[in-house]
C-alpha cells in the first residue's frame, strides 16, 4: 500500500511516499518559496533526483503538481494508488492525544490550537487543506508532535503558576517532537524485545528535546508550553529565568515579541558564538580553538547531561539512553561528550565504537551502567504508518 507523508510548512512541503508495510520509501522531495517569488521542487526517486523552477502560487498548486510528477515520473501508474496521506501537525492542545482521521470538522477543531503554535500549525492545515482538494476522498490522517507527551500525569505538566492560567488559557507543559521520541522508543523496545522499558530519548537536531519515557508513557519531556523550553538549541535558548524577557524590552525597547523572537532564533548555538546555529560549524570552530565555540559546547553538553541525569533520577534508574536526530545521529564529538558528562551515573563509552554516522549502534561498554543506543529517527515514517495502520481499521 502506498502511503505518502506530508510536512507543510508556510512556505514548503515536504514529502515522503512510502510502500507500507514494507517500510520503503519510493520518491521523496520538497517544494520551496510557495507562495514566493522563484518557487521550485526537488524529487529524489530511484536513485535520481528532478529540480525544476515552477510558479507555485499556493499549496494547492504544490500538490497538484506532485501528483502531476509521481504519474509523468512513472513512480505511480494512478494516484488511485495513493490510499493514504498522513500530515504532520505540530500541536493538538490537550484534545489530540493520539493520529486522527481529518475531515473539515477535526481540522476546524485542530486550527483552535494555531494560537500555540502560530508558525506550524496554520502552515499544517494548509497542506492537510490542500490534499482535501486535488485528492478528494483520500484518507487524510494527522499525527501530532504534541500527542505522544499527552500521557504525562499532571505532576509534570503543571507549571507552578495562578491555577487558572491552566484552566483557563491551557498554559501547560505540552511536549514536542513526540513523533520522533515515541518512534526511537518504538525501534529500541522491539530490538530489546521488551515492552516495559524505561528509556530516555534525546532527540538531539537543530531542535533538541530529552524525554523520560516508563513502558510506552510519558514520564516527562524538557520542552513545555512551546517548543523553546529545556535544553539549549540551534537557535533557541532553552530554559532561561522569564524576568529576563521584561529586563530586556525595558532595557532595548524591542517588544516582547521581538524579544522573544530573539530567544527562539537568535539564541541557543548561534547566540552564544555568533558564528552559526549548525553543530558543524562550532566544531570546525572548536577545532580552531574559537573560545565562543568551545564555551557554546560546554553549556550545549551541560544542559542536556542535567535532563538525563534529572530524568534518570525520575525513572528511578533508566534502563536504556537513546541518541537520535542530526546531532545525535552524527556527532561522534558531542556523543563522547553526553556520556562523559554524565560519568558520574556510571554510563561508559566504547570509544571504538562511537565513530559513525546514521546507523543503529550500541555505544557504551559492556560495563557501563546504562547501556546507550544511537537510533535513527524517522518522523516521516512513523507519520505514513500511523495512517497504515488507520487505513487498516477502517
Ligand atoms: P536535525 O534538526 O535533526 O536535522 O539536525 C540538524 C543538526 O544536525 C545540525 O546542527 C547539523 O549540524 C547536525 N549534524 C548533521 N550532520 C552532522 C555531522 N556529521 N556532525 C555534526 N553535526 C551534524
Same mark, same amino acid.
Given at each position: 500500500m502506498k502511503i505518502i507523508s506530508i510536512n507543510a510548512g508556510s512556505s514548503s512541503l515536504k514529502f515522503n511516499l512510502f510502500e507500507l508495510p514494507e517500510k520503503k520509501s519510493i520518491a521523496s522531495g520538497l517544494f520551496e518559496k510557495i507562495g514566493m517569488e522563484g518557487s521550485f521542487y526537488t524529487i529524489k526517486y530511484n536513485g535520481d533526483k528532478i529540480r525544476k523552477e515552477?510558479?507555485?502560487?499556493?499549496?494547492?498548486?504544490?500538490?497538484?503538481c506532485l501528483m502531476n510528477e509521481l504519474i509523468e515520473l512513472g513512480i505511480v501508474s494512478s494516484l488511485d494508488e495513493i490510499e493514504g496521506v498522513g500530515h504532520r501537525i505540530l500541536h493538538g492542545g490537550a484534545e489530540f492525544s493520539a493520529p486522527v482521521v481529518l475531515d473539515e470538522d477535526v481540522v476546524k477543531r485542530i486550527s483552535k490550537y494555531n494560537e500555540l503554535g502560530p508558525l506550524h500549525n496554520p502552515a499544517n492545515l494548509l497542506g492537510v487543506e490542500a490534499f482535501m482538494k486535488e485528492l478528494p476522498g483520500v484518507l487524510n490522517v494527522g499525527v501530532?508532535?504534541?500527542?505522544?507527551?499527552?500521557?504525562?500525569? !499532571?505532576?509534570?505538566?503543571?507549571?507552578?503558576?495562578?491555577?487558572?492560567?491552566?484552566?483557563? $488559557?491551557? =498554559?501547560? +507543559?505540552? @511536549?514536542?517532537?513526540?513523533?520522533?521520541?515515541?518512534?526511537?522508543?518504538?525501534?529500541?523496545s522491539s530490538y530489546l524485545k521488551r515492552d516495559d522499558l524505561k528509556?530516555?530519548?534525546?532527540?538531539?537536531?537543530?531542535?533538541?528535546?530529552?524525554?523520560?519515557?516508563?513502558?510506552?508513557?510519558?514520564?516527562?519531556?524538557?520542552?513545555?508550553?512551546?517548543?523553546?523550553?529545556?535544553? !539549549?538549541?540551534?537557535?533557541?535558548?532553552?530554559?532561561?529565568?522569564?524576568?529576563?524577557?521584561? $529586563?530586556? =524590552?525595558? +532595557?532595548? @525597547?524591542?517588544?516582547?515579541g521581538e524579544i522573544t523572537n530573539d530567544l527562539n532564533k537568535k539564541s541557543g548555538y548561534l547566540g552564544v558564538t555568533g558564528i552559526?546555529?549548525?553543530?558543524?560549524?562550532?566544531?570546525?570552530?572548536?577545532?580552531?580553538?574559537?573560545?565562543?565555540?568551545?564555551?557554546?559546547?560546554?553549556?550545549?553538553?551541560?544542559?542536556?547531561?542535567?535532563?538525563?541525569? !534529572?530524568?534518570?533520577?525520575?525513572?528511578?534508574?533508566?534502563?536504556?539512553?537513546?541518541?537520535?536526530?542530526?546531532?545525535?545521529?552524527?556527532?561522534?564529538?558531542?556523543?563522547?561528550?553526553?556520556?562523559?558528562?554524565?560519568?558520574s551515573l556510571g554510563v561508559k563509552l566504547d570509544k571504538s565504537k562511537n565513530d559513525f554516522r546514521g546507523e543503529f549502534r550500541c555505544i557504551s561498554t559492556e560495563d557501563s551502567t546504562i547501556p546507550v543506543y544511537v537510533v535513527p529517527t524517522n518522523e516521516e515514517l512513523m507519520i505514513a504508518e500511523d495512517t497504515y495502520n488507520i487505513k487498516l481499521n477502517k
Open positions: 515552477h510558479e507555485l502560487k499556493d499549496h494547492s498548486v504544490a500538490v497538484e501530532f508532535d504534541t500527542a505522544f507527551h499527552q500521557s504525562m500525569d !499532571m505532576d509534570h505538566f503543571l507549571y507552578p503558576v495562578p491555577y487558572e492560567w491552566y484552566e483557563k $488559557y491551557g =498554559v501547560r +507543559k505540552y @511536549g514536542f517532537h513526540g513523533t520522533s521520541h515515541r518512534f526511537v522508543y518504538g525501534e529500541i528509556v530516555i530519548t534525546c532527540h538531539i537536531g537543530n531542535g533538541a528535546s530529552i524525554t523520560a519515557i516508563d513502558a510506552g508513557k510519558v514520564v516527562d519531556t524538557s520542552m513545555g508550553f512551546t517548543p523553546l523550553a529545556g535544553v !539549549m538549541m540551534g537557535t533557541r535558548s532553552g530554559d532561561i529565568d522569564p524576568s529576563i524577557i521584561e $529586563y530586556m =524590552v525595558k +532595557k532595548t @525597547g524591542k517588544t516582547v552559526s546555529s549548525d553543530s558543524r560549524d562550532i566544531e570546525d570552530a572548536m577545532a580552531e580553538g574559537n573560545e565562543r565555540a568551545l564555551l557554546a559546547q560546554k553549556m550545549y553538553i551541560q544542559k542536556i547531561t542535567n535532563y538525563i541525569a !534529572m530524568y534518570n533520577n525520575m525513572l528511578n534508574g533508566a534502563d536504556v539512553i537513546v541518541l537520535t536526530a542530526g546531532i545525535g545521529e552524527n556527532s561522534s564529538l558531542t556523543r563522547e561528550q553526553i556520556i562523559e558528562g554524565i560519568a
